[in-house]
């Protein structure tokens, strides 16, 4: 069975960062094709990140400059760096897999003084 499991959420400071990993399951052959979704309370899931096969990236305008996805094959590992935190980046971060339509479980993100 195909999991992903994301970490490294918490409350930061604006202008501050944090780094979202999201481990999947051994079964998974590649870490590609895969994205990092958010929600925020009362609002639809968007998309912020996302990866290709070969490292080929696309952002949402909100995040460019700011975010950057990568990932680690060798770790089976999804990773998000997120740096100059505002507080309209509060929400709960989901990684997803294109290939396997498979949901982690999310993890929170606030950004407050």
């Known amino acids: 069975q195909v999991q992903l499991v994301e970490s490294g959420g918490g409350l930061v400071q604006p202008g501050g960062s944090l780094r979202l990993s999201c481990a999947a399951s051994?079964?998974?052959?590649?870490?590609?094709?895969m994205g990092w979704y958010r929600q925020a309370p009362g609002k639809q899931r968007e998309l912020v990140a996302h990866i290709t096969s070969g490292g080929i990236t696309n952002y949402a305008d909100s995040v460019k400059g700011r975010f950057t996805i990568f990932s680690d094959n060798a770790k089976k590992t999804l990773y998000l760096q997120m740096s100059s935190l505002k507080p309209e980046d509060t929400a709960v971060y989901y990684c997803h897999s294109d290939r396997y339509g498979v949901w982690g479980q999310g993890t929170q993100v606030t950004v407050s003084s």
């Open positions: 051994a079964i998974i052959f590649s870490i590609d094709h």
